[in-house]
Protein backbone atom coordinates (compact mmCIF):
# COMPACT_ATOMS: atom_id res chain seq x y z
CA UNK A 1 0.00 0.00 0.00
CA UNK A 2 1.35 3.36 -1.05
CA UNK A 3 1.78 6.12 1.78
CA UNK A 4 1.75 9.58 1.48
CA UNK A 5 3.80 11.81 0.22
CA UNK A 6 7.51 10.12 -1.65
CA UNK A 7 11.09 10.63 -0.93
CA UNK A 8 12.46 8.38 2.20
CA UNK A 9 10.94 4.78 2.47
CA UNK A 10 10.53 3.10 5.88
CA UNK A 11 12.55 -0.02 5.03
CA UNK A 12 11.08 -3.24 4.17
CA UNK A 13 9.85 -6.45 6.79
CA UNK A 14 8.90 -9.59 6.43
CA UNK A 15 5.80 -9.93 5.36
CA UNK A 16 2.96 -10.70 7.95
CA UNK A 17 0.75 -14.49 7.70
CA UNK A 18 -1.68 -14.81 5.59
CA UNK A 19 -4.82 -13.59 7.58
CA UNK A 20 -7.15 -16.28 8.08
CA UNK A 21 -9.93 -14.85 6.19
CA UNK A 22 -8.08 -14.08 2.77
CA UNK A 23 -9.02 -15.08 -0.88
CA UNK A 24 -5.33 -17.25 -0.62
CA UNK A 25 -6.43 -19.24 2.33
CA UNK A 26 -10.07 -18.85 2.21
CA UNK A 27 -9.91 -22.36 -0.20
CA UNK A 28 -9.75 -24.49 2.72
CA UNK A 29 -5.70 -24.84 3.27
CA UNK A 30 -4.45 -23.79 6.92
CA UNK A 31 -1.42 -21.72 7.04
CA UNK A 32 1.86 -23.42 7.00
CA UNK A 33 2.63 -24.66 10.59
CA UNK A 34 5.54 -23.06 12.37
CA UNK A 35 4.61 -19.45 10.50
CA UNK A 36 7.49 -17.33 12.07
CA UNK A 37 6.31 -14.86 14.35
CA UNK A 38 8.22 -11.23 14.79
CA UNK A 39 9.64 -10.17 18.29
CA UNK A 40 6.82 -9.86 20.19
CA UNK A 41 8.93 -8.04 22.77
CA UNK A 42 7.65 -5.23 19.92
CA UNK A 43 4.09 -5.81 20.62
CA UNK A 44 1.87 -4.45 23.50
CA UNK A 45 -1.28 -6.31 22.98
CA UNK A 46 -4.11 -6.04 20.72
CA UNK A 47 -3.72 -1.92 20.67
CA UNK A 48 -0.56 -1.80 19.12
CA UNK A 49 -1.88 0.66 16.65
CA UNK A 50 -1.25 3.58 18.53
CA UNK A 51 2.15 3.10 20.38
CA UNK A 52 4.29 4.16 18.35
CA UNK A 53 3.11 7.71 19.40
CA UNK A 54 4.57 7.47 22.36
CA UNK A 55 8.12 7.63 20.95
CA UNK A 56 10.17 10.56 22.23
CA UNK A 57 12.57 11.94 19.65
CA UNK A 58 15.88 12.40 20.39
CA UNK A 59 18.80 10.58 22.00
CA UNK A 60 18.75 11.91 25.20
CA UNK A 61 15.01 12.14 25.33
CA UNK A 62 14.00 15.49 24.11
CA UNK A 63 13.31 16.72 20.96
CA UNK A 64 16.23 18.75 18.65
CA UNK A 65 13.48 21.41 16.96
CA UNK A 66 16.29 22.60 14.56
CA UNK A 67 16.40 19.00 12.89
CA UNK A 68 12.56 19.44 12.30
CA UNK A 69 11.55 19.51 8.61
CA UNK A 70 9.10 21.58 7.08
CA UNK A 71 6.90 18.41 5.87
CA UNK A 72 7.83 14.89 7.32
CA UNK A 73 7.67 12.36 4.02
CA UNK A 74 6.34 8.95 5.29
CA UNK A 75 5.76 5.86 3.76
CA UNK A 76 4.78 2.08 4.46
CA UNK A 77 6.26 -1.28 2.95
CA UNK A 78 4.44 -2.20 -0.27
CA UNK A 79 4.18 -5.87 1.09
CA UNK A 80 2.24 -4.43 4.62
CA UNK A 81 -1.43 -5.89 2.99
CA UNK A 82 -3.45 -3.39 4.54
CA UNK A 83 -2.52 -4.19 8.38
CA UNK A 84 -1.63 -0.60 8.83
CA UNK A 85 -3.57 2.43 6.40
CA UNK A 86 -3.07 6.38 6.01
CA UNK A 87 -4.83 6.86 9.20
CA UNK A 88 -2.09 5.44 11.55
CA UNK A 89 0.97 7.15 8.87
CA UNK A 90 -1.34 11.01 9.89
CA UNK A 91 -1.25 10.47 13.00
CA UNK A 92 2.62 9.35 13.43
CA UNK A 93 2.90 12.44 11.25
CA UNK A 94 1.04 14.79 13.45
CA UNK A 95 3.01 13.68 16.83
CA UNK A 96 6.01 14.26 15.26
CA UNK A 97 4.99 17.86 14.02
CA UNK A 98 3.77 18.62 17.85
CA UNK A 99 6.92 16.91 19.38
CA UNK A 100 9.22 18.68 16.52
CA UNK A 101 11.00 14.81 15.54
CA UNK A 102 13.59 14.87 13.33
CA UNK A 103 12.71 12.99 10.03
CA UNK A 104 14.71 10.19 11.03
CA UNK A 105 13.19 9.68 13.95
CA UNK A 106 9.17 9.73 12.10
CA UNK A 107 10.35 7.37 9.88
CA UNK A 108 11.86 4.82 12.85
CA UNK A 109 8.34 5.76 14.25
CA UNK A 110 6.53 4.06 11.56
CA UNK A 111 8.76 1.24 11.46
CA UNK A 112 8.07 0.02 14.79
CA UNK A 113 4.27 0.61 14.01
CA UNK A 114 4.47 -2.00 11.47
CA UNK A 115 6.60 -4.69 13.50
CA UNK A 116 4.49 -4.16 16.35
CA UNK A 117 1.13 -4.96 14.16
CA UNK A 118 3.10 -7.21 12.29
CA UNK A 119 3.93 -9.26 15.67
CA UNK A 120 0.27 -8.57 16.58
CA UNK A 121 -1.47 -10.26 13.48
CA UNK A 122 0.86 -13.08 14.02
CA UNK A 123 0.15 -13.92 17.48
CA UNK A 124 -4.10 -13.22 16.52
CA UNK A 125 -2.98 -16.15 13.59
CA UNK A 126 -1.27 -18.21 15.79
CA UNK A 127 -4.14 -18.38 18.63
CA UNK A 128 -6.66 -18.70 16.00
CA UNK A 129 -5.18 -21.88 14.54
CA UNK A 130 -4.07 -23.72 17.95
CA UNK A 131 -7.87 -23.27 18.90
CA UNK A 132 -9.17 -26.73 19.73
CA UNK A 133 -12.63 -25.83 18.42
CA UNK A 134 -11.76 -23.78 15.31
CA UNK A 135 -8.08 -24.35 14.45
CA UNK A 136 -6.29 -27.36 14.22
CA UNK A 137 -7.87 -29.68 11.62
CA UNK A 138 -10.85 -27.99 11.92
CA UNK A 139 -9.38 -24.62 10.57
CA UNK A 140 -10.01 -25.45 6.86
CA UNK A 141 -14.13 -25.58 7.65
CA UNK A 142 -13.83 -22.81 9.94
CA UNK A 143 -12.71 -20.51 6.83
CA UNK A 144 -15.02 -22.47 4.45
CA UNK A 145 -18.08 -21.20 6.48
CA UNK A 146 -16.90 -17.84 7.30
CA UNK A 147 -16.01 -16.89 3.91
CA UNK A 148 -20.04 -18.23 3.68
CA UNK A 149 -21.40 -15.61 5.84
CA UNK A 150 -18.93 -12.44 4.03
CA UNK A 151 -19.87 -13.91 0.57
CA UNK A 152 -23.65 -13.66 1.87
CA UNK A 153 -23.90 -10.73 3.73
CA UNK A 154 -20.83 -8.91 2.06
CA UNK A 155 -20.46 -9.61 -1.10
CA UNK A 156 -18.34 -7.74 -3.50
CA UNK A 157 -20.25 -4.83 -5.04
CA UNK A 158 -22.19 -4.31 -1.74
CA UNK A 159 -21.32 -0.64 -0.54
CA UNK A 160 -19.74 -1.90 2.71
CA UNK A 161 -17.32 -4.19 1.33
CA UNK A 162 -14.39 -2.50 0.76
CA UNK A 163 -14.56 -0.45 4.33
CA UNK A 164 -14.99 -4.60 5.60
CA UNK A 165 -12.60 -5.82 3.90
CA UNK A 166 -10.27 -2.93 5.29
CA UNK A 167 -11.35 -3.83 8.64
CA UNK A 168 -10.65 -7.57 8.63
CA UNK A 169 -7.16 -6.73 7.24
CA UNK A 170 -6.47 -4.24 9.61
CA UNK A 171 -4.05 -4.75 12.84
CA UNK A 172 -4.83 -8.53 11.66
CA UNK A 173 -8.99 -8.53 13.01
CA UNK A 174 -9.08 -11.20 10.17
CA UNK A 175 -6.78 -13.35 12.24
CA UNK A 176 -8.58 -13.06 15.37
CA UNK A 177 -10.28 -15.96 16.85
CA UNK A 178 -13.16 -14.12 18.12
CA UNK A 179 -13.43 -12.85 14.31
CA UNK A 180 -13.15 -16.07 13.21
CA UNK A 181 -15.16 -18.10 15.47
CA UNK A 182 -18.29 -15.34 15.09
CA UNK A 183 -18.69 -16.22 11.09
CA UNK A 184 -18.04 -19.63 11.48
CA UNK A 185 -20.97 -20.60 13.76
CA UNK A 186 -23.02 -17.82 11.90
CA UNK A 187 -22.18 -19.84 8.46
CA UNK A 188 -22.69 -23.07 10.23
CA UNK A 189 -26.17 -21.30 11.34
CA UNK A 190 -27.06 -20.85 8.00
CA UNK A 191 -26.02 -23.79 6.35
CA UNK A 192 -28.49 -25.72 8.64
CA UNK A 193 -31.57 -23.47 7.68
CA UNK A 194 -30.73 -24.34 3.69
CA UNK A 195 -32.57 -26.87 2.26
CA UNK A 196 -30.79 -29.54 0.44
CA UNK A 197 -30.46 -29.21 -3.66
CA UNK A 198 -34.07 -29.74 -5.20
CA UNK A 199 -36.36 -29.71 -2.04
CA UNK A 200 -38.43 -26.96 -0.80
CA UNK A 201 -37.62 -24.61 1.36
CA UNK A 202 -41.18 -24.18 2.88
CA UNK A 203 -41.43 -20.44 4.43
CA UNK A 204 -38.19 -20.05 2.79
CA UNK A 205 -34.09 -19.48 4.22
CA UNK A 206 -33.79 -17.20 7.28
CA UNK A 207 -31.43 -14.27 6.74
CA UNK A 208 -28.71 -14.16 8.88
CA UNK A 209 -30.00 -11.84 11.72
CA UNK A 210 -33.41 -14.24 12.27
CA UNK A 211 -30.86 -17.10 12.66
CA UNK A 212 -28.94 -15.42 15.25
CA UNK A 213 -31.60 -14.27 17.39
CA UNK A 214 -33.95 -17.39 16.88
CA UNK A 215 -30.92 -19.71 18.27
CA UNK A 216 -31.50 -21.62 21.22
CA UNK A 217 -28.73 -19.71 23.07
CA UNK A 218 -30.18 -16.33 22.15
CA UNK A 219 -33.43 -16.93 23.11
CA UNK A 220 -32.45 -18.10 26.52
CA UNK A 221 -30.61 -15.09 26.95
CA UNK A 222 -33.52 -12.95 25.69
CA UNK A 223 -35.87 -14.97 28.22
CA UNK A 224 -33.49 -14.14 30.98
CA UNK A 225 -33.24 -10.26 30.04
CA UNK A 226 -37.20 -10.18 30.12
CA UNK A 227 -38.05 -12.12 33.33
CA UNK A 228 -38.96 -15.38 30.55
CA UNK A 229 -41.78 -15.42 28.12
CA UNK A 230 -45.34 -15.44 28.20
Not at 164 to 176: D, I, P, T
Request: net charge negative.
Amino acid sequence: MEGTGSGTTVESVKTPADTVLSDQTASGQPPPAGSSTPDASKASGDGATGAAGEKTAGKDGAADASKAPLEYTLSLPDDINGLIDDTDIALIRDTATKSKWSQEDASAAVGELVAMVQAQSSRFLAETTADPTYGGQKLAESQKLAQAVIQKIRPPGHPRYDSFQKFLARGGAGNHIEVVSFLADLGRLMAEDTPPQGRASGAGAKDAATLLYTHPSSIALQERAGGGSA
